[in-house]
């Protein structure tokens, strides 16, 4: 299990690499969105491993993880209101006579896959946690 979860990791890296070097949004969106689903199995790992658990190096990795999977949401949201902001500023008067003078168009939002493990939502993650005090 361990092996397959770094082989998809291994492989999203690979995608985000070309993605980087082919330019464009929606490419690494896609290879943004293949990274996410793999660090879902690194996590299962992680959560059913004790010793990792334990030790300090791989809690800090899973942090920064954590953390990086935030600032890419937060930069999807940018892109989005961007984009939103961009495409009302280019049919809106008088910004729209500069818009058609210098032939601005509309641009396409990011693109997401409609299903996935990005919108799937695993019962244990909707089931109340138990407190004790």
Do not use: C, W
């Not at 949004?25 to 990274?35: E, P, T």
Request: aromatic share 4%.
């Amino acid at each position: 299990h361990e092996q397959k979860a770094l082989d998809k990791i291994t492989d999203a890296r690979k995608s985000i690499l070309s993605a980087l070097k082919a330019g464009g949004a929606q490419n690494l969106v896609n290879a943004a969105d293949k990274l996410q689903s793999a660090m879902g199995g690194i996590q299962a790992v992680f959560e059913s491993t004790p010793e990792l658990q334990a030790a300090g190096p791989t809690k800090q990795l899973m942090d920064e993880v954590r953390d990086t999977a935030d600032k890419v949401m937060y930069s999807r949201r940018t892109l989005i209101d961007l984009t939103a902001d961009y495409n009302v500023m280019i049919v809106t008067v008088p910004t729209n006579m500069v818009a058609q003078m210098f032939k601005f168009a509309a641009k396409p939002g990011l693109k997401t896959a409609a299903t996935g493990a990005h919108v799937e939502v695993s019962a244990g993650e909707v089931k109340t946690p138990k407190v004790e005090l």
